[in-house]
C-alpha cells in the first residue's frame, strides 16, 4: 500500500479522466489507489464512460465531485476545461480509448475530457484499453506517434486475455501498476529534463539460414527498465529494441530492429541528437560468414559454419568526433569487476554497469556494479525498475559536470 503524505500542503492533486470502455471498472480501483496514496483525485468521465460506471462511484472513492459535462453551468464548475487543470500535478486518462487517443492526436475539444487535455499546462499520460485489432490499427498507431512527438506519456497497454474473448495487445494496465506510475512521476525529480536518451535494449538475432540463427538469452528488462526511468526523469528517450517478449515502455520513440546491422543502423540515424547513449542491448559478437537463403538441410555430417564479428556499436559511437555521454554495460560470468574494468577503458567511456549474467538474465532484480573515473560504486540487489532509477541519479551526476564546463 502506498504511503499517505505528510501534509495536505504537499499534497499532489491528479485529474482522472475515465473514457468509454470495459475497462472502466479498473479506474475505480485505480482511483482508490491513488486516494489511499495521499493524492487529491478529481475525475473527469466522458459520456461513453458513463455507461460502464457510475459517477458516483468515483465521487464515493475519491470523496471529490465527478464532472462529466463540458456545457455545466454552476458557479463552481464556471469554466471547468480550464480551473480543473491549473492546480492539477497531472491528467491520466484511463482508459484511453482509441477514439479518445485519436481525438487527442488531432487536437479535438468536443468534450470535457478533451478540450481539458487541450487546456492544461501539466504532464499528460494515457493508458490506452481497446481490442487488439484497434491498438494494431495504423491509424491507432499514428495516433500514438502523434501523441509521443507531444511529449504525451503512453503508459501500456498490455497483453492478455480481453473482454471480447480475444488475447492480444490492449489490456489497461493494472490499477497497481497505474497508481506506482503516478507516484513515481510525481515524486520523481526532473534530472534529465531536456535530455534526449538514446538507449538499446534485448539482444539480437543474426540469422544463419531461413529459419535459424545466433542470439543469446536477454530478456531486455533491464533495458527497458532503464528507458522507463529515463523517461521518468522527464527525458526524451528513444529505445532501440532486438526481439524480446515485452511490451515497449512509455517512450518518445520505439524502433524495433532484429539484427547487430539493423540496430546499428538505427544508432546512427538517431545518435546526432542524442545528449546520452546508453548501450544495454546484449549485442552478438559474431554473425555467420555467409547468409543462407534456404533452410540449411540436417545431414550425418558435421557442419562448420564460419563466424564474423559483428560491428562494436558502443565503441562506434565513443569514438565520433563529438560523442553524446556513454554508458556500456558488462555482462560477465567470472572476473566480475576486472573484465568491466577493461571493458570501459578500451572503448573509453565514463560509464560501465556491470553485472553477473548468470545472476541477471531473465530475472527481475539485478545487483549492479557502476565503474566510473572515480572507481567503484555497488547497487545493492534489488528490483531492475528501481536500480534503473538509481543508475539515472548516477548518470545525472556524472552528466551534470560536463554541462558546467561547456
Known sequence: MMAAYASSASKKRVVLGVTGGVAAYKAAELARLLT???????????????????????????????????????????????????????????????????????????????????????????????????WENPATQRNLSLLRQDGITIAGPASGEQACGEIGMGRMLEADELAEAVQMILQTAPLLQGKRVLLTAGPTFEAIDAVRGISNRSSGKMGYAIAQAAAEAGATVTLISGPVCLAPPAVSQFIAVVGAEDMLRAVQAEIAQADIFISVAAVADYRAAQLSQQKIKKSAGKLLLELVPTVDILETVANLPKPPFCVGFAAETENLEENAAIKRRKKNVPLVVANLAQDAIGSDESELILLDGAGKHVLPKASKIEQARRLIKHIHLLYNPLNKKE
Not at 493524492?39 to 475519491?62: E, K
Not at 471547468?80 to 481525438?103: C, T, Y
Open 36 to 134: 489511499q496514496g495521499g493524492i487529491d483525485v478529481q475525475t473527469v468521465m466522458t459520456q461513453a464512460a458513463c455507461r460502464f460506471v457510475g459517477p458516483v462511484t468515483f465521487q464515493s472513492l475519491t470523496g471529490n465531485p465527478v464532472y462529466t459535462d463540458l456545457w455545466d453551468t454552476n458557479a463552481l464548475h464556471n469554466m471547468a476545461h480550464i480551473n480543473l487543470s491549473r492546480d492539477a500535478d497531472m491528467i491520466l486518462a484511463a482508459p484511453a480509448s482509441a477514439d479518445f487517443i485519436a481525438k487527442l492526436a488531432h487536437g479535438m475539444a468536443d468534450d470535457l475530457l478533451t478540450t481539458l487535455c487541450l487546456a492544461r499546462d501539466c504532464p499528460l499520460m494515457v493508458a490506452p484499453a481497446m481490442n487488439r485489432q484497434m
